[in-house]
């Protein structure tokens, strides 16, 4: 069974500060890869999707992740974060049937 | 174009009750999923319905857990009798086919007493 692990839970910032969550999935197969952000009070949003193609992927909000195949990882930058990127990551994969596997889930503030 | 919709957004019950939710998913969208999500965790996956049809149910607590998408748009998931265990966040999500992106709705918070 997939497994997606998100070793941050809490992470705490100054605006203009960089940021880099670390996700790891377990599964050796073909994997489509996503983060999602939770704003306050909000629903769950995509932030980027990986399915094939350039490693490197730009979302949405001046977000970005890399993935490495070679260290099962997906991990989610941005260069300089704002107040308003407060908010819960989620990493997720998905298998061949469109179910997502989500991590745990790292909650990030950006002190102004 | 209006999002998922889901209602209510909050319930608050007592242990052995049922309760209900609701779920419209964004229009066209054939396949539906129900999620769970407890406090501090990631959204795990109830159900999934290509239309009408239950395609994937494995994670569905049957004994207490059933869930409904008659006409292949909108979709209801019910418990009864409610536990303790089962305050969480109910999550619905769309998306135009199986393999395409999810779309998410607000989620109901539900909270027994």
């Known amino acids: 069974a997939q497994s997606v692990s998100q070793h941050n839970h809490h992470v705490i910032l100054s605006e203009a500060a960089s940021l880099e969550l670390g996700c790891n999935y377990s599964y050796g197969g073909t994997v489509n890869l996503f983060w999602y952000v939770q704003y306050p009070g909000q629903h769950l949003q995509l932030l980027l999707k990986?399915?094939?193609?350039?490693?490197l992927v730009k979302g949405i909000k001046g977000f970005e992740a890399e993935f490495i195949k070679s260290k099962f990882s997906f991990n989610l930058r941005k260069p300089s974060v704002q107040w308003s990127d407060t908010a819960e990551y989620f990493c997720?994969?998905?298998?061949?049937?469109?179910?997502?596997?989500f991590g745990g889930g790292t909650r990030l503030m950006v002190k102004p | 174009e209006a999002g998922v919709v889901q209602s209510p957004r909050y319930k608050i019950i007592e242990k052995k009750q049922p309760v209900a939710f609701w779920c419209n998913p964004i229009?066209?969208?054939?396949?539906l999923y129900w999620y769970l999500q407890n406090l501090g965790q990631g959204p795990e996956l109830l159900i999934r319905y290509e239309n009408e049809e239950a395609v994937d149910d494995s994670q569905l607590p049957k004994d207490r857990f059933s869930a409904e998408r008659l006409k292949g748009v909108d979709s209801t998931l019910k418990i009864q009798p409610a536990e303790l265990g089962d305050s969480a966040v109910y999550l619905c999500?769309?998306?135009?086919?199986?393999?395409?992106?999810?779309?998410f709705g607000p989620g109901t918070r539900l909270t027994v007493l």
């Open positions: 997720a994969t998905n298998n061949a049937g469109n179910m997502l596997t």
């Open positions: 990986y399915f094939s193609g350039d490693p």
């Open positions: 999500a769309s998306s135009l086919s199986m393999t395409d992106t999810q779309y």
């Open positions: 229009s066209g969208h054939n396949t």
